[in-house]
Each structure stands twice: as C-alpha cells, then as structure tokens.
C-alpha cells in the first residue's frame, strides 16, 4: 500500500486494520517500520492475557511474513468513541486444499493524539476449519426468534439497562446469578425475548441461557463485575470488563464484550469474547 496513502487508525479504523495486515503480513517493508506507522513505539500491548514486548510481536510478524501465504481479513464489527476503539475480526490463511487457518480476534484499542495506536487489549485463538466457511460471516445464519413467553417485570424490579452497557454488566450478572431472583426474570429485564448471546464460540437464545444460569445457582457461583471501558456508538457499545467466579482472584477472567441495544432499552444481541485459557486448569 502507498504509504501516502495509509489510513490513520483514529480516522478510519477499519481502514487501519486491512492496511495493517496487508503491510505486515504480504509487504516488503521491514515490518518494524510497518508496526511503528500504525503503533507508538512504547505503546503498551495484551495478548490472550500477557503483555508483549515490542521484540515479541515484530518476531512474530516476521515469521507470518516468512510463510509467504496470503490472508483474508474478515471485519464483522468495528466501534469507535473517542480516543477508543474496538473491533472483531477473522483473520484467515488457507493450509491445504480447502482447509485454513482462521484466527478470530477482539481487540479494544486507546488512540493517541496523533491518530496512531497507543495501546491494546486483545484476544484472538486460531484453529482450523473449511475455506469459505459461513461462520467468517458474522450474522449470516441468526437463530430462529424464540418464542417462548416472556413474563411481565415484577413490581418494583429494577429497570432495563435503559441503554448503559456499564449497569447492564453489572446488574444483569448480579440478578442472573441471585436465587432470589427467577432466572427468567432476570433474563428479560435485561434482554428481549429474542436476544442473541454468544459466549465464545456458542451461540444461544433464551431458553439456552436460562439453563446455563439455573446450572450455575445450582454450582452456586457468582460472578462480581468490574467494569474498565465502555464504547458506545448510536445502539451498539462494547465494554473490557473483568469478573471472577465467587470473587476468587484465581478465577479473575477478562472478557470484551459487544452489544446492541433495542429501543426499549434492552439488549437485542450481546457476544462475549472471553481470555483464552480461562477455567483450563
């Protein structure tokens, strides 16, 4: 790509991911001067939980540059607000015949004053599947509605997220997870009947999450939640927040999470991307 012609990340996010990995992966740069373009040089980087050095990620590049294999990069969702931005994303490199590589990435990024990248929280896990494949599609395949009835606020509960993604964490995780509180109620006060969650890479509708949280007030687990960032742009928002199971540091995950509101406040969708690794041992 012409160098006159780079996109700066705060200006055209999107942009600046499909440059990037063009440079880096299929340039003839030197992939230092590629990372330093679109990145401060200090700037300071998480992946899957652990910071890289600037040492690390260049020898990385360097050896997705050796392989000399082409990349398709597949964007499903970008947001951006202010000095802050994050992103899905799909990364995918064919192997053999129609098998490839597919490497599928969150990322929440700080921008600085000169429009470059400063620093950066991702999670990304690559495995192997068929080329061509509906799931790099985001949205294509959207479940059924469920139609299961959906039972009126009881008096006095507390209100919808009324379109702020930081209650929303906070509060659905506490009702979701309070036995004082009928798990389908706490559904619905916060999500629409209909409402799509996927965590990882399963996908649910209501009577799937219902059952995922009866399964844990019967475990007895709680989930705390500390919110660090919140996006939002027009109904969408993504959050980095981090929760721990019965508050146990041991247990502590990071999660990014991204969303879109209904208009009566409730969520509509809602995906999870989780620290890879996570509940392992």
Do not use: C
């Not at 780079?6 to 990037?20: M, Q, S």
């Not at 990145?39 to 540059?65: A, C, F, Q, Y």
């Not at 209904?262 to 989780?274: E, H, N, T, Y």
């Amino acid at each position: 790509m012409s160098i006159a012609h780079r996109p700066v990340p705060a200006e055209d996010f999107a942009g600046y991911l499909r440059a990037y990995h063009a440079d880096a992966f299929d340039g003839t740069e030197p992939v230092d001067e590629v990372w330093d373009h679109y990145h401060l040089p200090d700037g300071t980087h998480r992946v899957n939980g652990r910071t890289w050095s600037r040492e690390k990620t260049l020898g990385s590049l360097r050896s997705r540059r050796s392989l000399g294999a082409p990349h398709e990069l597949h964007i499903h969702e970008v947001i951006v607000d202010g000095r802050w931005a994050a992103a899905r994303y799909t990364v995918s490199t064919p192997m053999l015949g129609k098998i490839e590589s597919a490497t599928e990435a969150a990322v929440l990024a700080e921008l600085a004053e000169d429009g470059r990248v400063a620093g950066t929280i991702a999670f990304s896990a690559t495995r192997p599947g068929w080329s061509s494949s509906d799931a790099l599609l985001d949205g294509a395949a959207r479940p059924a509605p469920d139609t299961s009835p959906a039972p009126p606020p009881a008096p006095g509960a507390e209100p919808t997220p009324a379109q702020d993604p930081a209650h929303y964490l906070r509060a659905y995780y506490a009702a979701g997870y309070d036995p004082a509180v009928p798990a389908a109620e706490a559904h619905d006060r916060f999500h629409t009947p209909d409402a799509l969650h996927q965590v990882g890479r399963k996908v649910m509708q209501r009577s799937g999450v219902l059952k995922a949280l009866e399964d844990g007030r019967r475990r007895g687990h709680t989930y705390p939640v500390e919110v660090h960032r919140v996006l939002r742009e027009g109904n969408r928002f993504a959050a980095h927040y981090t929760t721990s199971r019965e508050g146990n540091p041991a247990r502590r995950q990071d999660v990014l999470a991204f969303g879109e509101f209904a208009p009566d406040g409730r969520v509509r969708s809602v995906r999870f991307a989780l620290e890879p690794g996570y509940g392992s041992a």
